[in-house]
């Protein structure tokens, strides 16, 4: 009983509190093929050395994206980490805090987390930041509640040309607040009329900017359509970098600006942990109504500055059924290394950096579509874009990782149901050499 502490007897009551049947019922909401119908096909048990070899062989099988040329995008990109983002983020004092529950004693927390949000308020074109949250998707499905409760709204209309995991994260969490989620369908030759899809009951619009298929767009129009509906833009940027070179959302008109802040000081890391932004317009009914913390400045009694968690309304502090949100919390240690890498770079090296990734992708595409079975489908890009291929772009990928370039993204894999099989989506950031180029559009021209 050391690791299994509760008794069959303490599960019945507990499931009788809870008023389920079985601990089955506890798993309703996950759809069946995604659960396990046996156990994991490894040993009950095995010597800790045999593990370790075991796991080594498994991972000798990866093609990891510094062993390749490295194409590959789709909401998550390669960029260059200084070593002084590690090499800060790993002092005990920032690696081993949490998050400022005592905020009079947590001055240099709360001071980089006010740093943040000035710098994420600054990219976006907004007026309030919030102190991060999950990443991009939660804090995309988090924006749209936001709108409702703002507008009193119940309907959110979803551009086609989304990334579809912020989609399904926000179709998720709006079907438990009896919220209807509209979402047009995926256009990769072009940016969808999604303006023709509001009306007087809908709370927000929301759109990314540049979209899964790399488009970039201006927004403004979207934005006095739905204002003239009584509906909030929420602009959504998954690429970070594209703020140092674009118009920012805030400019073209959006109400609340989410994205994902991965690009800036944080690697690919197999996934997460990422870091979500969260922005808005300053208007008091928008600050009270966003997620997450805020921190703000002030002056103590004696005239000197200080920080102080301004809103925290997380359910710890006050009701549940009476929080903005009872599931955000903010990535504090990858806020800080997006806030030192921000630093570091400053607004002239962001702008340089901005400048060389889109150098990069324009060169790529350029030698890409002169390729025969190549046509370019994206008309306007910052770093990246969408191939047509002749043969279907999933098995194309195969074979160029065979040859160590990892070419993208298949749109099929992201929208398996809208045929696009023949649809590659291509990232370059400044990490590509010219040495990758030559790479993929030798490989891409033999396998095509």
């Known amino acids: 009983m050391r690791y299994l ?65 490295f194409f590959v995008g789709a909401g998550a990109y390669r960029h260059h ?39 994420v308020a600054l990219l976006t074109g907004m007026e309030t930041a919030n102190a991060s949250m999950y990443d991009g998707s939660t804090a995309c499905a988090e924006a749209v509640l936001m709108a409702a409760r703002v507008t009193k709204r119940g309907k959110a209309v979803l551009a086609g040309n989304l990334h579809p995991h912020y989609a399904e994260a926000t179709r998720t969490l709006a079907r438990y607040m009896d919220i209807e989620v509209a979402y047009e369908a995926p256009t990769p030759d072009r940016a969808g009329d999604i303006a023709a899809s509001i009306d007087d009951e809908t709370a927000c619009v929301v759109v990314q900017n540049p979209d899964v298929f790399g488009r970039a767009q201006d927004l403004s129009e979207i934005a006095e359509a739905a204002h003239e509906k009584g509906a909030l833009l929420v602009a959504v940027v998954t690429e970070a970098v594209a703020l140092g070179l674009m118009k920012s959302p805030g400019e073209m008109g959006a109400d609340i600006v989410v994205g994902e802040g991965q690009s800036l000081g944080v690697g690919l890391q197999f996934g997460g942990p990422y870091v979500g932004l969260f922005a808005c317009r300053g208007d008091r009914n928008y600050i009270r109504n966003m997620p997450g913390r805020l921190a703000g400045e002030t002056v103590d009694a004696d005239g000197r500055r200080g920080y102080v968690l301004t809103l925290s309304t997380r359910e710890q502090h006050i009701r549940r059924d009476k929080a903005t949100s009872n599931i955000c919390t903010n990535s504090g240690l990858m806020a800080l290394a997006f806030t030192i890498h921000m630093t570091l770079l ?24 002169a390729l025969d079975g190549v046509t370019l489908e994206t008309d306007a890009f910052f770093n990246e874009f969408t191939l047509k291929l002749e043969k279907n772009a999933a098995e194309v990928v195969e074979a160029l990782a065979d040859k160590d370039v990892l070419a993208g993204v298949p749109a099929g894999r992201l929208f398996p149901k809208a045929g696009l099989d023949d649809r590659l989506i291509v990232a370059a950031t400044e990490t590509n050499t010219d040495a990758d180029i030559d790479a993929f559009e030798r490989a891409l021209k033999e396998v095509l």
């Open 5 to 69: 502490p509760l008794s069959p007897e303490d599960r019945e009551a507990m499931l009788e509190t809870v008023g389920v049947a079985s601990i089955d019922d506890l798993f309703a909401d996950v759809p069946e093929a995604a659960r396990l119908d046996g156990p994991v096909d490894l040993p009950r048990c095995a010597p800790e050395l045999d593990v370790e070899r075991a796991f080594r062989t498994m991972a000798s099988k990866n093609l990891a994206a510094t062993d390749a040329a």
């Open 81 to 119: 980490v200084p070593a002084t983002v590690d090499h800060l983020i790993q002092r005990s004092e920032f690696l081993t805090a949490y998050t400022p529950y005592q905020p009079e004693i947590s001055q240099g927390t709360l001071q980089t987390l006010f740093e943040f949000q000035t710098q």
């Open 346 to 369: 400053g607004e002239t090296g962001l702008r340089r950096l901005a400048r060389l990734n889109h150098e990069r992708a324009c060169e790529l595409a350029d030698r890409l579509s």
